[in-house]
């Protein structure tokens, strides 16, 4: 019943930006923790940025300030706006819902419960 689906990816030159769309369907973006993860080949996966149900988000020190999450909730749509992109920014992306759990001293855990299929992101002159 839930569907995370991807799309917005391909290829873009370096110094280029794409736009990356998780759209839900059976599920509510609005009230999970979204994220953006990417898996380059031979690489393990990683979580690229996330954005709270509250509207908090964290992101990973290589994307800082080059991408953004956000979220459309009337069109129950997550983004990634990827500027500055470079090489080492090729993989497949994909998004996923879950939630924050918070402990003391501001930790936190993630526990995602959905993933999309994932989209490709080329970035090459």
């Known amino acids: 019943q839930v569907q995370l689906v991807e799309s917005g990816g391909g290829l873009v030159q370096p110094g280029g930006s794409l736009r990356l769309s998780c759209a839900g369907s059976?599920?509510?973006?609005?009230?999970?923790?979204m994220g953006w993860s990417r898996q380059a080949p031979g690489k393990q996966r990683e979580l690229v940025a996330a954005i709270t149900a509250t509207g908090i988000t964290n992101y990973i020190n290589s994307v800082k300030g080059r991408f953004t999450i956000s979220r459309d909730s009337a069109k129950n749509v997550v983004y990634l706006q990827m500027d500055h992109l470079g090489p080492e920014d090729t993989a497949v992306y994909s998004c996923s819902a879950g939630r924050t759990v918070y402990s003391t001293g501001g930790s936190y855990e993630r526990r995602w419960e959905y993933w999309g299929q994932g989209t490709q992101v080329t970035v090459s002159s």
């Open positions: 059976g599920i509510r973006v609005s009230i999970y923790t």
